[in-house]
T-cell receptor
């Protein structure tokens, strides 16, 4: 149980284009999903918290107009990197929060490797 | 903001040896989670801890939630080559703060 998928697993795009990444919880409903980015040999950096049916909460320093997040259903959240630039190249990972009995556990997707040329 | 100090940063051990890593925080956490990440993959949840003093095992892995709620450790016993990877601690509740990771290398 608690499986999270991401699509695509990798994408190469040209500078100035937009890229959409999907995150799905496959066997549970997730009212909250999280988007992280990770640079090589570094830890995960939280970008935003996505709640179903409401606006995402962005971490300090993350541009909400550049990283558009939509959480339209309890099993799907999307991250769109708009007007991508080479510095946006990174490993983007989503997680879905599974809460039961007051306990919160985050389950991660396999990640999406974005390369902007 | 909240910060987690995870140590050691890296470990090189022989197959069969036991491993210990820990995380400390300047803040109190209600939850401690331990994850393992393989290259090019997302982190996989290993152990979740919810109560101060709690000691939980998952196969060869054992983790404890510190009494002060500001620290946690993870032990791996009788390491095997597939234990190679990066181990992250994470503290929080609905929102997690991650440690910097411990890179584990196991020599056969």
């Amino acid at each position: 149980g608690a499986v999270v998928s991401q699509h695509p697993s990798w994408v190469i795009c040209k500078s100035g284009t937009s890229v959409k990444i999907e995150c799905r919880s496959l066997d549970f409903q997730a009212t909250t999903m999280f988007w992280y980015r990770q640079f090589p040999k570094q830890s995960l950096m939280l970008m935003a918290t996505s709640n179903e049916g409401s606006k995402a909460t962005y971490e300090q320093g993350v541009e909400k107009d550049k990283f558009l997040i939509n959480h339209a259903s309890l099993t799907l959240s999307t991250l769109t990197v708009t007007s991508a630039h080479p510095e946006d190249s990174s490993f983007y990972i989503c997680s879905a929060s599974h809460a039961a009995g007051g306990k919160h556990e985050q389950y991660f997707g396999p990640g999406t490797r974005l390369t902007v040329t | 903001g909240q910060q987690l100090n995870q140590s050691p940063q890296s470990m090189f051990i022989q197959e069969g040896e036991d491993v210990s890593m820990n995380c400390t925080s300047s803040s109190i956490f209600n939850t401690w989670l331990w994850y393992k990440q393989d290259p090019g993959e997302g982190p996989v949840l290993l152990i979740a801890l919810y109560k101060a003093g709690e000691l939980t095992s998952n196969g060869r892995l054992t983790a404890q939630f510190g009494i002060t709620r500001k620290d946690s450790f993870l032990n791996i016993s009788a390491s095997i080559p597939s234990d190679v990877g990066i181990y992250f601690c994470a503290g929080g509740g609905s929102r997690l703060t991650f440690g910097e990771g411990t890179q584990l290398t196991v020599n056969p």
